[in-house]
């Protein structure tokens, strides 16, 4: 790494802690790299996606989102909502720095949902995108009262959900289940690489599957054998990253 920096962006009053790496001091490509659910800019995979962008060439800002990692906020009142206003601002701030020439962007689970939003809200600001494991099933299991391998009803919502040893406040149900991911897929024509893992017992690969048909330009890349974070082969994980740049850097 030639150069790292450690700073907070700021959403609305909300600190969002952040990391940028950079492969040299030369204008060029910038990806955004967002953690899952719990998660934070530390954890194997996310690192792991890190090394593999710098080592194609690409600058990476890890951020942490709202209630995760030293970013501000209390986990149990993060949202979905909460978290797509974090992502925009990270984005404002990746199209103000001037060595940034093309954008990306990058997240691990709820961080790969994150991922299908933003690019569906930012088309022609994000060149492509890269859900790892994307838990783009959270809306679906919102509506039908599944989330955090429990059930509950979903009108009337509780209070709060308790599951995986976590509270997590009902509105985080009530943002949830007004998300509809199919229409942000349709919005975005741009290059995707979703790299899943087929014995993901957090988020079923079938979900990997159903958003590669759905994508207009789609690379699938399944790791065999492999569960939610990579841990047995996160060489492959990174292998995609760098093939899927290698490519996309020699695309006008
Ligand atoms: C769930 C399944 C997966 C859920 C969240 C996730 C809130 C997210 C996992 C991750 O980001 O790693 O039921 O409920």
Request: hydrophobic residues 40%; aromatic residues 10%.
């Amino acid at each position: 790494m030639e150069q790292t920096k450690e700073f907070f962006i700021d959403c609305d009053g909300t600190r969002l802690h952040a990391k940028l790496d950079r492969p040299g001091t030369d204008r060029g490509p910038l990806c955004i790299l967002v953690h899952g659910f719990t998660g934070h800019m530390e954890e194997n995979h996310i690192l792991a996606a890190r090394d593999a962008m710098i080592d194609a060439g690409v600058s990476v800002l890890r951020v942490e989102m709202y209630g995760h990692g030293q970013s501000d906020g209390e986990f149990r009142y993060h949202t979905m909502y909460k978290w797509v206003t974090n992502a925009l601002a990270a984005v404002k701030y990746a199209k103000s720095l001037d060595f940034v020439t093309d954008l990306y962007f990058c997240g691990h689970s709820q961080g790969g949902l994150l991922t299908m939003l933003i690019g569906g809200m930012c088309v022609g600001e994000i060149k492509a995108i890269l859900p790892l494991s994307p838990a783009w099933m959270i809306p679906e299991g919102a509506r039908t009262g599944h989330l955090l391998g429990m059930e509950f009803d979903p009108v009337h919502i509780p209070e709060t959900l308790s599951g995986w040893g976590r509270k997590l406040d009902g509105d985080y149900v009530r943002v949830a289940q007004t998300i509809h991911v199919e229409d942000e897929i349709a919005r975005f024509d741009g290059p995707v690489l979703i790299v899943h893992g087929t014995e993901d017992d957090a988020v079923p690969f079938s979900y990997a599957e159903k958003a590669h048909e759905l994508y207009k330009n789609s690379t699938l890349v399944p790791v065999e054998g492999d569960g939610h974070c990579f841990t047995q082969h996160l060489d492959v994980m990174k292998d995609a990253i760098r093939t899927f740049y290698a490519k996309e850097l020699h695309t006008p």
